[in-house]
T-cell receptor
Framework: ETGVTQSPTHLIKTRGQQVTLRCSSQ?????VSWYQQALGQGPQFIFQ???????GRGNFPPRFSGLQFPNYSSELNVNALELDDSALYLC???????????????FGPGTRLTVL | QKEVEQDPGPLSVPEGAIVSLNCTYS??????FMWYRQYSRKGPELLMY????GNKEDGRFTAQVDKSSKYISLFIRDSQPSDSATYLC?????????????FGQGTELSVKP
């Protein structure tokens, strides 16, 4: 088990609604990355936060947004939910520039979002 | 064309078999190559990582990277039923903050007793 926690575990929403997912990073980590994993697919990078600033974004529309707080925990917000947003949302924390050139990302268990 | 291609399987082998899992990629900027294991309803956990080309061994697991062919492999020796999971290859370039990982689709492995 990593020290990364996510809440909630499961969530059911309807199309058009908004959702907020939360992630607590491992102690000592200042970087959080979010991934979307559709059923039967590998995780896809959404964005990364480093010391409270967005530091890289994947090919996701602006209705996917995030925050990182001073304690390095993070939120992922998705507005105007679509059916295709149904997926497992994973966050991963890493030590950023404190971790050397490799910077292993430690994944949480994920939040499973179902959009009806 | 996806940046990382991985045969999704499923792959079923008897206990004790040698398992070979592979990925190909197209981006020559990738420098770090990783294999993750993901059990059902869990997040991915890192098995091994390799920097640039070469081999790396850890117990029953061996990772190989051939950058000239843009091809990476994971070998599992003496496979066990507990190895049954989805195996994801992932890769990234060099940067300071850990950067985005590009994952393959994942290969579902089942090891039968």
């Amino acid at each position: 088990e990593t020290g990364v926690t996510q809440s909630p575990t499961h969530l059911i929403k309807t199309r058009g609604q908004q959702v907020t997912l939360r992630c607590s990073s491992q102690s000592g980590h200042n970087t959080v990355s979010w991934y979307q994993q559709a059923l039967g697919q590998g995780p896809q990078f959404i964005f990364q936060y480093y010391r409270e600033e967005e530091n890289g974004r994947g090919n996701f529309p602006p209705r996917f947004s995030g925050l990182q707080f001073p304690n390095y925990s993070s939120e992922l917000n998705v507005n105007a939910l679509e059916l295709d947003d149904s997926a497992l949302y994973l966050c991963a924390s890493s030590a950023g520039d404190l971790g050397g050139p490799y910077n292993e990302q430690f994944f949480g268990p994920g939040t499973r979002l179902t959009v009806l | 064309q996806k940046e990382v291609e991985q045969d999704p399987g499923p792959l079923s082998v008897p206990e004790g078999a040698i398992v070979s899992l592979n990925c190909t990629y197209s981006n020559s900027a990738f420098q770090y190559f990783m294999w993750y294991r993901q059990y059902s309803r869990k997040g991915p956990e890192l098995l091994m990582y390799t920097y640039s080309s070469g081999n790396k061994e850890d117990g029953r697991f061996t990772a190989q990277v051939d950058k000239s062919s843009k091809y990476i492999s994971l070998f599992i020796r003496d496979s066990q039923p507990s190895d049954s999971a989805t195996y994801l290859c992932a890769m990234r370039g060099v940067d300071n903050q850990g950067g985005k990982l590009i994952f393959g689709q994942g290969t579902e492995l089942s090891v039968k007793p």
